[in-house]
């Protein structure tokens, strides 16, 4: 509902796109006249909801312009949630969701490395096959952080997740897409505290169609993404959505036990056929060092479980909201 003086009108959105913004002061503001441009081109009723990931920057201050500039003109929606510290991306897009009103809804990020331009042609195609439910925009030559390394981690890690999990989880598929309100819904239903979006698309189903896009360089700042960081959400991922590891735990308890017995065998025969005198003390300091790597790696596999059972169980949110801006209801 638009609020204006005495003037109340109610205005149905055709794109929510919803933004993610960790520190991202420099991009704000050209992300909103290049997403204003784009939606003014395409006739389209826009509604943006930037997501303030607890910036330590003036990303805030640039938001609260944005929204006072799409009050006075009045012509696409502006919402602004910002969060009392730094929760992650994952956060960010969960409430992006919650507070979008769109029709269709976009996940997208405020560095202009995604175009706006990009989300309304992904529109187009999604409105032109109506049986499908989602775009998911993928790189045509990646440019991942790392080099050709990282591209070769990546895809063997969703090629895993995949096979592990039995969800079909596309590899080179990112977090930018374009899907139905419906979508968003079946998103929001699922309510854990460690989230991964691309497994998350991947379980909930719908009809995805695939969208090539080269991305373009970084307008301003610096990536938050190292590769410390890619491997440990890649971890969070895989636990996420598959019993795998567990497996591994007990595949690998079953082969050393294999290789004790046979090894057992072995000495006894040696000792029994030849007589031979078989020297203990390297032998048992070997045993003892790699049955014990064993046991630790099993049980650091298992603590990794149970750590997430126990923020699960303890239900604390996923995110807190400091502050809440909206271009509607501004006086």
Not at 42 to 70: M, P, Q, W
Request: with cysteine; glycine share 6%.
């Amino acid at each position: 509902m638009v609020t204006k003086g005495n003037e109340s009108h109610h205005v149905d959105i055709d794109l929510s796109l919803i933004v993610s913004a960790f520190n991202e002061e420099g991009n704000v503001e050209p992300f909103y006249h290049e997403a204003v441009r784009c939606a003014r081109i395409h006739n389209s009723n826009l509604e943006i909801v930037f997501v303030d990931d607890g910036s330590t920057d003036n990303t805030y201050s640039k938001l609260k312009e944005a929204v006072r500039i799409a009050s006075e003109q009045n012509d696409i929606r502006v919402k602004v949630i910002s969060f009392s510290r730094n929760f992650g991306k994952e956060s960010a897009m969960y409430a992006g969701l919650q507070n979008a009103t769109g029709q269709y809804q976009c996940l997208i990020d405020a560095d202009l490395q995604q175009p706006p331009e990009t989300a309304f042609q992904m529109l187009d195609l999604l409105k032109q096959n109506p049986d499908y439910d989602c775009v998911a925009a993928f790189q045509e030559s990646r440019k991942e952080q790392g080099g050709s390394l990282t591209s070769w981690f990546s895809h063997k890690f969703y090629s895993m997740l995949s096979k592990s999990s039995g969800m079909p989880v596309i590899s080179d598929a990112s977090d930018f897409r374009v899907f139905k309100a419906e979508v968003g819904s079946a998103l929001l239903s699922m309510k854990e505290y460690y989230r991964f979006s691309k497994g998350m698309f991947a379980w909930i189903g719908f009809r995805t169609l695939p969208f090539p896009y080269t991305p373009r360089e970084r307008l301003s700042g610096t990536t938050t993404w190292s590769f410390k960081k890619l491997c440990r959400y890649a971890i969070d991922g895989l636990l996420s959505f598959t019993s795998f590891p567990l497996r591994i735990a007990t595949y690998l308890g079953l082969l050393v036990s294999l290789a004790a017995f046979l090894y057992m065998m072995v000495v006894l025969f040696q000792r029994l056929v030849f007589g031979a005198d078989i020297p203990g003390y390297t032998t048992i300091v070997i045993l003892i060092l790699f049955l014990g790597g064993v046991q630790l790696l099993v049980l650091g596999i298992i603590g990794e479980y149970l750590a997430r059972m126990y923020a699960e169980e303890k239900r604390r949110p996923i995110y807190i909201v400091r502050k809440k801006l909206d271009s509607e209801c501004l006086d």
